[in-house]
């Protein structure tokens, strides 16, 4: 049962071409963030929800955008992907206790 | 701000052994969970523990077990006859209780050797 859903799972953009990679979760939890993660280091936060609360990560640069439109789902927008954009993505949710719950991620490619 | 170490970059244990990857983490907070997560070579994050600081009794699940020491800030993970599939990136990971946003360390690498 897939409680944190990310697609696509890859997805290839060309240098300066505005994308968005989608979050969605059937565990009703209020909490909802997005994480970026580079080849072999830990996941740095960029942001996240709390409810419609958006919660900005002072060092996130101002190309990464996100959107909640509902509890369930998130998107995070890239206005213009560069080179070092290139990584993984990372969304996950988190209950009233903390736990946070991952999903699989969204390997990205800037050409 | 807090802050999550992880001094290994890489450790390695026979299958069937036992093995302890460190982490110490800097804060002035009281109350906050520590967690450790597992990343396959899939990408997948999988929570493998979770300790609240205010519980003195160390979490266990199943072969995986904490060594929760509040007053040095560390926070190691003990695996307990490791298997193949154990080998990954381990994360450590910690939550402020009054905040949403959880701080990573920078991941010890394991491999599991046959």
């Known amino acids: 049962d897939a409680m944190v859903i990310q697609n696509p799972r890859y997805q290839v953009t060309q240098f300066g071409k505005p994308v968005t990679l989608s979050c969605s979760q059937t565990?009703?939890?209020?909490?909802m963030y997005w994480y970026q993660q580079k080849s072999s280091q830990a996941p740095k936060l960029l942001f996240h929800y709390y409810d419609k609360d958006f919660n900005n990560e002072a060092d996130t640069p101002d190309n990464f955008q996100s959107r909640r439109p509902n509890t369930s789902f998130c998107f995070l927008d890239i206005r213009s992907p560069g080179l070092g954009d290139a990584a993984m993505y990372l969304c996950?949710?988190?209950?009233?206790?903390?736990?946070?719950?991952f999903g699989p991620g969204t390997r990205l490619t800037v050409t | 701000a807090q802050t999550v170490t992880q001094s290994q970059p890489e450790m390695s244990v026979q299958e069937a052994e036992t093995v302890t990857l460190s982490c110490t983490y800097d804060?002035?907070?009281?109350?906050?969970?520590l967690f450790w997560y597992k990343q396959p070579p899939s990408r997948q994050m999988i929570l493998v523990i979770r300790?609240?600081?205010?519980?003195?009794q160390n979490a266990t699940e199943n072969r995986f077990s904490v060594n929760f020491q509040k007053a040095a800030k560390s926070f190691s993970l003990k695996i307990s006859d490791s298997q193949l599939g154990d080998a990954a990136m381990y994360f450590c990971?910690?939550?402020?209780?009054?905040?949403?946003?959880?701080?990573f360390g920078a991941g010890t690498r394991l491999t599991v050797k046959p």
């Open positions: 804060t002035s907070e009281s109350d906050y969970y």
């Open positions: 565990l009703n939890h209020n909490v």
């Open positions: 990971a910690y939550r402020s209780a009054r905040r949403n946003d959880m701080r």
């Open positions: 996950a949710t988190s209950s009233a206790t903390g736990l946070r719950y």
């Open positions: 300790q609240e600081a205010y519980k003195q």
